[in-house]
């Protein structure tokens, strides 16, 4: 059977940039990623989740010098977002964090971006096997190595392959990652119990449509999100800037959420009394354009789709679980990096940055015969950045529209600086950002210490 030294499932950011680390530190490397067709890419290549959005102190999670990204792959620089609630906006021109890249941020082209990454791991020396997927990974603990428990890969194409160190980097999805640590959990327990609860599982769709000039202008230099518009956790819908008039206009929503299951249908903005039923990501996306720019603009017509983007025929759609993350089983010698170990955000579905971060941490430690000091180190490096977003998304859970304006309402007050442009201490806001404040701080306590991890390392059995 072949032999590897470090053996990495998926390649997305998260496993292309453990295969570089892996590969730099001079371990023999393989990745397998099970290779996804897009329109925008001739190959298989990796699923490339196409909704790139990168924020300025992103870049420095990512531990990238941001000159060295390649042209090619920034669509748009960005000077700032703008929240839409149902009858009040925010806008913001700072994140409000210490970044080295000098604007707010930028869109760029995911597939670009993803087969850079794939570049620079192969330039390392990583073989990457894109086409081949894993089917099955068993882990022998007693393994009779020195360096510990070994694993065996079975692969699409029949073959198997033994590795010394794998690195679970299969996305939120998660179709490796599941049964593989299941073999460290204790009995009657899952890992999905944590992972994949069924309020963590959405549907993100998007579609690529081409503006008019003066339409566009209205939002190149922006992201806008609309919130309290349609029902459920973190669902929301969006439009994000590319190229030339091309703008991404997506949305994520709840798997299995009824009309039923919604409180006063007539609040939401996207509903309308004869609904029977919730919409579907497109209905709800031609209703988002409808409102918002029918009165001047036939939607259709105007406002076209752009077929020769995204998946299939300029349309993307995703199940998404964005959670809180887990620890790894390192004492097994298995590291779980990126949307895999549930970094992506439940509050806004960012998790390039640190699926990219993880996936370098993962990689050089496995390349050095230290993955045990993986937990200790992702902590470190994104365990700030996972804590903003855990609160955040506890605060705005069970948000409805008025609860968006108020907030929005809130933010606008408070403008001005502090540790999150949202959340900064300027009490002469009022009593509402007293609240506000309140309600952040006391869940940041709450997840103190690595309290955010949903499955801490101790509870894995070998
Ligand atoms: C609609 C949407 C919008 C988003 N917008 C943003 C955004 O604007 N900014 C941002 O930072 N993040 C965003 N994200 C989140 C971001 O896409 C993820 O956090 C990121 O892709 C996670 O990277 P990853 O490498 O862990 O997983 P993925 O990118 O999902 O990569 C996993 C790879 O593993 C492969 N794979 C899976 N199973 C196997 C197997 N058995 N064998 C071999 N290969 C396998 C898949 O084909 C895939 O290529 C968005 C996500 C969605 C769904």
Redesign the pocket.
């Known amino acids: 059977m072949e032999r590897v030294d470090v053996a990495i499932?998926?390649?997305?950011?998260?496993?292309a940039c453990a295969a570089e680390r892996a590969a730099a530190h001079g371990a023999e490397t393989v990745l397998?990623?099970?290779?996804?067709p897009r329109e925008d890419r001739d190959e298989l290549g990796?699923?490339?989740?196409d909704?790139?959005?990168?924020l300025d102190y992103?870049v420095d999670i990512m531990d990238f010098d941001y000159r060295e990204i390649p042209d090619e792959i920034i669509l748009r620089e960005l000077e700032g977002t703008e929240f839409v609630g149902p009858s009040t906006s925010v806008e913001l021109t700072t994140t409000g964090m210490d970044a080295s890249y000098p604007k707010f941020g930028y869109t760029f082209h995911r597939a670009r971006m993803?087969d850079w990454l794939h570049e620079r791991a192969a330039d390392a020396g990583a073989d990457l096997r894109v086409g081949?997927?894993?089917?099955d990974l068993e882990t022998d603990l007693r393994a009779s190595s020195p360096k510990g428990p070994t694993h065996t890969l079975t692969l699409?194409n029949g073959d198997q392959l033994e590795a010394q160190y794998v690195v679970l980097?299969?996305?939120?999805?998660r179709?490796?990652t599941l049964d593989a640590l299941d073999q460290f959990t204790p009995p009657g327990r899952s890992i999905a119990d944590s992972l994949s609860p069924p309020e963590a599982n959405h549907i993100?769709y998007?579609e690529y449509r081409e503006f008019p000039e003066e339409l566009f202008a209205e939002f190149e230099d922006r992201l806008k999100f609309w919130w309290g518009y349609m029902p459920g956790e973190t669902a929301y819908p969006w439009i994000?800037p590319n190229d030339s008039r091309v703008a991404r206009v997506?949305l994520?929503m709840p798997i299995g959420m009824q009309l039923e299951d919604v409180d006063d249908p007539a609040s939401y903005k996207l509903l309308e009394p004869s609904d029977s039923q919730l919409p579907s990501g497109s209905e709800y996306i031609s209703r988002l354009l409808e409102q918002e720019y029918g009165d001047e603009y036939d939607v259709e017509s105007d406002i076209p789709r752009v077929e020769d983007r995204g998946k299939s025929k300029g349309t993307?759609t995703?199940p998404?679980s964005s959670t809180r993350p887990i620890d790894s089983p390192v004492g097994a010698n298995v590291a779980v990096?990126?949307?895999?170990m549930g970094?992506?955000s439940a509050f806004h579905?960012?998790?390039?940055?640190?699926?990219v971060r993880t996936?370098k941490i993962a990689g050089r430690l496995a390349a050095t015969d230290s993955l045990e000091h993986y937990n200790d180190l992702w902590k470190q490096a994104i365990g700030d950045e996972v804590l903003r977003n855990v609160v955040f998304a506890d605060i705005v859970r069970e948000y409805g529209p008025d609860d968006w304006d108020w907030a929005f309402g809130v933010a606008n007050d408070m403008q001005g600086g502090g540790d999150d442009e949202l959340i900064s201490n300027r009490f002469s806001a009022g009593l509402d950002a007293v609240k506000l404040l309140a309600s952040y701080r006391k869940r940041k306590f709450g997840y103190r210490d690595g309290g955010y991890v949903q499955f801490p390392e101790d509870d894995y059995l070998y």
């Open positions: 499932v998926g390649g997305g950011p998260a496993g397998f990623e099970q290779g996804v990796p699923d490339s989740t909704a790139a959005g990168m992103w993803d081949t997927g894993v089917t699409s980097a299969d996305g939120p999805q179709r490796i993100a998007q994000f997506g994520t993307e995703y998404i990096a990126g949307g895999a970094t992506t579905e960012g998790g390039y940055h640190v699926a996936g």
